[in-house]
């Protein structure tokens, strides 16, 4: 322990140096900005980015991409809570509670709440980090594809409840994305389905316009639906001046006392998510907000605008990119796509993340995690400067700011692949949108199902693979068999505390 | 729009799915799910919920408004425009156009409207990110 301290003291006096804090600085600021821009996401954020680091010398260079990488995540929850549109797709579910808020005029807290918890929730992953990354690597490395399959199909279970009044309408609506997800190559034999004959559908829906679609120009059309013909100059929320400012954007004694619990448990659920192999910031982003759902003090207020609904899935996505660099640093094994671009950017360096880099080059390791805790507070000292500026948004009438976000969703879904085709899904998943929320369904579900959907169809070849066909491997794995267990226990649960509640009323009206 | 017509498209959607994953794909192929796995997986549980759904005495029709449609048409109008003038401008215009024409905002006032988020998009998007936007047929794209 005290050689880790030692070394972490040295990483620190190299991460603090006033250069290297202001390669932190420019690499927060810039991926705050791009990290907001919808169509863009923390890994094309970071591999567009990455060129500014080329010409620094490497400890310059990896200070900013650590800058770089987690502002991108604070970014994306920016846009999902001042205008429904998540920048990525961990802020999917920011997005549910964050623009509710919004629209009662509480964005200031909404950001300040996704700030705090992320710094506070990625500071959880990085100690951990620090004190048992090779430990975690190695936990890990056992969860193979029947456990992947069981803890996905264990959040599916859950979105259907958790979401909206109705189950059924969730569960519809998580269907409707795993069927949505079927478009494109089949995982199996590697041929192109319901793909139509269009060579734009034989890669599948790109999730990116779906998303802009879906949150943001959805909500374009229910702003005029709204607004338009009343004559009014109105906002999207009517907000006094102060509650613009950063004092009126602070949380209160008791506001923190609500998130704190609600960092810590998303913190460490986070951190353990992000160190899978596949699974990643978006998954714990969503783990993280049904697990608070279902055991938070005020679950039942989630969903409806509740401070805990942008504190458990900020926290969990920040917990989970510090996670992945676990098996990256250990093992050599990136966690998803954002952290196999770190690697590149790391082996041009000449570094060669792996189980010898710890020992081989403590210096560059230690380096590393210091200067994820100093991107860290950078990051919250830079978002936190720009609340005002970027709240202010919430001022232009909707007259305005509806055409303004219309041109943002087309320019944000053609960057993506540099395709009209992308502008054309947008535009079919804003008019899908649309009528299901005008009809009460929950979207993020959709969106959840579409994205975890390859990795359960993967998962589960792969485990099918192995066992030859048989069952019997989810039930032999303790891991996978806990998993059943607790998606049994789901969905059994509701319908053991109705028979319950019945019995009692029954036993009432006779006693 | 009657509440039920989600719940009916959804069923005929998932009916094709489960035939096409049934009959097409194949469910299991050589010891392990095939193709068609996860769409008959899928559409079958979509079924299951959306006559759940249909048969739920809270469906209720609703009249929606033709201003919420103004998005749509606004980006079929950009679109069309893009081929022969590029991206960009397109947008630039159907924005001011908008603006003016829709909303009723003065002229000048509408010019500044406009230029602002489309600086923005320019500055970020085209000149810093250096995003490949079309340039349309009477520009040489």
Request: glycine share 12%.
């Amino acid at each position: 322990m005290y050689d880790i301290l030692a070394l972490l003291a040295h990483g620190f006096a190299v991460a603090l140096t006033p250069v290297n804090l202001m390669y932190a600085t420019v690499g927060a600021l810039m991926g705050l900005i791009v990290g907001a821009m919808p169509g863009i996401g923390s890994l094309a954020g970071v591999a567009l980015l990455l060129p500014l680091t080329f010409r620094l010398e490497p400890t310059g260079a990896i200070i900013m991409l650590a800058a770089l990488y987690y502002a991108n995540m604070y970014g994306g929850s920016f846009s999902a809570i001042l205008l429904n549109i998540p920048g990525d797709s961990p802020a999917v579910m920011t997005a549910v509670d964050g623009y509710k808020l919004t629209r009662a005029g509480k964005a200031g807290k909404a950001l300040f709440t996704a700030i705090v918890a992320s710094a506070l929730g990625g500071t959880i992953g990085i100690v951990i980090l620090t004190v048992m990354g090779p430990l975690l690597a190695d936990v890990g490395l056992r969860f193979g594809p029947a456990e992947m399959a069981a803890v996905i199909i264990m959040a599916f279970t859950s979105i259907g409840w958790l979401l909206g009044e109705n189950p059924a309408k969730g569960g519809l609506s998580t269907c409707l994305g795993l069927m949505l997800a079927c478009v494109g190559v089949d995982l199996a034999r590697g041929t192109s389905r319901f793909s139509f004959g269009m060579p734009d559908l034989m890669s599948g829906i790109s999730f990116v316009p779906l998303v802009i679609g879906m949150f943001g120009f959805s909500q374009v059309m229910i702003l005029l639906k709204d607004f338009r013909g009343k004559g009014t100059d109105q906002g999207l929320a009517a907000l006094p001046a102060e509650k613009l400012s950063i004092r009126g954007s602070l949380l209160t004694g008791p506001e923190f006392r609500r998130i704190l619990p609600v960092v810590g448990k998303s913190g460490l659920l986070g951190t353990f998510i992000g160190v899978l192999p596949g699974a990643g910031a978006t998954m714990s982003a969503f783990l993280c907000y049904i697990l608070e759902k279902r055991t938070g003090r005020n679950g039942a207020q989630m969903g409806e605008g509740a401070i805990e609904g942008v504190a458990a899935p900020e926290a969990g996505n920040n917990a989970a990119a510090a996670g992945t660099f676990a098996p990256l640093l250990s093992l050599g094994i990136p966690g998803g796509g954002t952290t196999a671009v770190l690697l590149g950017g790391l082996m041009m360096w000449g570094l060669t993340p792996g189980p010898l880099l710890f020992s081989e080059k403590p210096e560059f390791c230690w380096g590393l995690i210091a200067s994820m805790y100093v991107g860290n507070i950078i990051c919250v000292a830079v978002a936190i400067a720009l609340i005002p500026f970027v709240t202010n948004i919430l001022r232009v009438p909707v007259r305005i700011i509806a055409p303004a976000i219309t041109v943002v969703c087309v320019v944000g879904s053609y960057s993506v692949d540099n395709s009209y085709f992308d502008i054309l899904v947008m535009l079919a998943a804003g008019l899908v949108g649309f009528f299901l929320t005008q009809f009460d369904y929950p979207t993020a579900p959709l969106l959840l199902a579409f994205v975890l959907a390859p990795i359960l169809e993967r998962s589960a070849n792969s485990a099918f693979e192995i066992s030859g066909g048989s069952v019997d491997i989810f039930y032999q794995s303790p891991i996978a068999l806990g998993f059943l267990l607790v998606i049994v226990a789901i969905c059994v649960s509701p319908l053991a505390m109705r028979a319950v509640r019945r019995v009692r009323r029954a036993g009432r009206v006779n006693g | 729009m009657r509440a039920r017509a989600i719940p009916v498209l959804i069923i005929l959607m998932s009916a094709y799915w489960f035939y096409e994953g049934w009959f097409d794909y194949g469910v299991w192929f050589a010891g392990a799910p095939g193709g068609g796995f996860m769409p008959v997986f899928s559409s079958v549980l979509a079924a299951i919920f959306a006559v759940v759904m249909l048969f739920r005495p809270d469906a209720v029709a609703k009249t929606l408004p033709m201003s919420a449609f103004i998005p749509v048409v606004m980006v079929a109008f950009a679109l069309t425009l893009s081929l022969a003038v590029g991206l960009l401008p397109a947008l630039t215009v159907m924005l001011f156009a908008w603006v003016w024409l829709l909303e009723r905002y003065p002229i000048a006032k509408s010019l500044f409207i406009t230029a602002c988020p489309m600086l923005v998009v320019y500055g970020v998007f085209k000149f810093w990110l250096q995003v490949p936007f079309p340039n349309g047929m009477l520009f040489g794209g």
